[in-house]
């Protein structure tokens, strides 16, 4: 039984892990205060497509509430651009682009509450097998944690030693058609989001993951410590 508990204390940890990676992600796109003003002001977004900063960040807003499956559509969404009143801001190939981001947004979603529930039914397993919580979880959550900090820092190595290849790449994973390779003279969101954007992103997902991370080891070491005495 001992193997048993060991094992479901593996699926709990990495699926914690999963967590707060896809928790990451959404930290930074919409729970950072003022996070898409300073970067639109960094890449003079507003500028490239000539709007006011106040209107390109109410488009942004429609946007990201469309990603999360909040708003139905982006093709009705209008502004005033270059001194033009209610033009549409999002031709066919965005919109259509950004369909495909937004099935991307919403499995992650979906992917998050299924091993929420896990993590909540897990403990209760090993508790109702009369199994110590204390002796199983800490053990494996350090273990867990440890081998993701490394992946994290593999991966983050090798993302940052050549960005504009891993977008690429990244793009090639996720998407199965070119939507995604948009053109700044006709595109207004590759103005907005330049690959610098991402970038940043990119750097700021990895520094609120690193922070998780290395709370559970540390958190998981104290609770270690604490059972050996």
């Known amino acids: 039984m001992s193997i048993v508990r060991n094992i ?7 699926s914690l892990m999963i967590i707060l990676l896809i928790s990451s992600v959404d930290i930074v796109a919409y729970h950072i205060p003022g996070y898409y003003r300073y970067e639109y002001t960094k890449y003079s977004s507003h500028d490239r497509v000539g709007m006011d900063m106040d209107e390109l960040l109410r488009v942004s807003g429609e946007m990201m509430a469309y990603l999360k499956g909040k708003r139905e559509s982006l093709s009705d969404i209008s502004a ?5 009143p209610d033009v549409l801001f999002f031709n066919e190939k965005e ?5 495909d981001v937004r099935e991307l947004f919403i499995a992650a979603i ?6 929420l529930a896990i993590c909540i039914l897990i403990p209760a397993i090993i508790k109702f097998s009369r199994g110590s919580l204390r002796k199983v979880m800490p053990k494996n959550l350090l273990a867990g944690s440890c081998i993701f900090l490394t992946l994290l820092l593999c991966v983050g190595g090798i993302i940052a030693s050549n960005f ?23 595109d207004n ?19 609120i993951y690193l922070i998780f991370v290395v709370g559970i080891i540390v958190f998981s070491t104290v609770l270690i410590r604490h059972s050996a005495k």
């Open 8 to 14: 479901l204390a593996i699926i709990f940890t990495f």
């Open 80 to 84: 005033k651009i270059k001194n033009q």
């Open 95 to 99: 919109a259509a682009h950004m369909k």
């Open 110 to 115: 979906f992917i998050r509450r299924i091993l």
């Open 164 to 186: 504009s290849k891993y977008f690429v790449v990244f793009h090639h994973i996720f998407f199965n058609n070119d939507l995604w390779i948009l053109d700044p003279a006709t």
């Open 189 to 207: 969101l590759i103005n907005i989001v330049p690959e610098g954007f991402f970038l940043d992103t990119a750097r700021n997902i990895a520094a």
